[in-house]
């Protein structure tokens, strides 16, 4: 099976391109404002190279929801025109860490946190949301390792470590009899949409 794999839910981005069990396309780049040309760059050099994929699998987060729906976009462009099939995955069963089990946490903003545990790339637990105390206190004494996407000042011990296109393609390979395809993608919420809704205008006075 020939799998193209989008992450963009982190600083670093990165596509990959597998085929059965070797991996014939790597690359990790810089993903902000800054570099966003580098993913289309990327992608457009592995299409070229390898042709249509017959499934595309693209990291939900939770992290950056502007890359999470580029990838997402792009990634039903290339599916309408090559007939792929389409899944999503959660970026944080993909990190790169070399161990089969682990906990990643994250700023969620808000002064909260996000802590899950993954363990041969399924979600265990969470994505749920705590204060810097509460978190403190989960991972304290946890024989897991704990890694974060990003250096994290109130948790120092945490180990940084990214999702990685390759993983993702993996565990789309591994996990494709078990996951649905029919279903639309969205990134991962932490926490509800903020919709704020427009105040209603008072009604004109009649003047009679």
Not at 4 to 27: I, K, M, T
Not at 71 to 93: H, N, T
Not at 105 to 127: C, Y
Not at 184 to 205: D, G, Q, V
Request: aromatic share 8%; hydrophobic share 45%; glycine share 8%.
């Amino acid at each position: 099976m020939k799998i193209l794999a989008l992450e963009l839910s982190r600083a670093q981005g990165s596509v990959a391109w597998l085929d059965g069990e070797r991996d014939l396309f790597a690359v990790s780049f810089s993903n902000d404002r800054k570099h966003s040309g580098l993913f289309f760059e990327n992608l457009q050099l592995c299409s070229r190279q390898f042709g249509a994929p017959d499934l595309i699998v693209v990291g939900l987060g939770p992290g950056s929801y502007a890359g999470v729906r580029i990838a997402i976009a792009a990634a039903v462009g290339l599916r309408m025109a090559s007939a792929a099939k389409l899944i999503g995955r959660p970026s944080i069963c993909a990190l790169d860490t070399g161990v089969r089990e682990y906990c990643v946490i994250g700023d969620a903003r808000r002064h909260s946190f996000f802590f899950a545990r993954v363990s041969a790339g399924r979600l265990l637990e969470g994505p749920t949301l705590h204060a810097v105390a509460e978190l403190t206190a989960k991972i304290a004494d946890s024989p897991i390792p704990v890694y974060a996407s990003e250096s994290l000042a109130q948790f120092p011990h945490a180990t940084v470590a990214f999702p990685s296109a390759v993983k993702l393609g993996e565990l789309a390979r591994d996990q494709v009899d078990e996951i649905s395809g029919s279903q639309p993608l969205e990134p991962i919420y932490l926490r509800e949409p903020h919709i704020t809704t427009p105040k209603s205008s008072r009604p004109s006075a009649i003047i009679s």
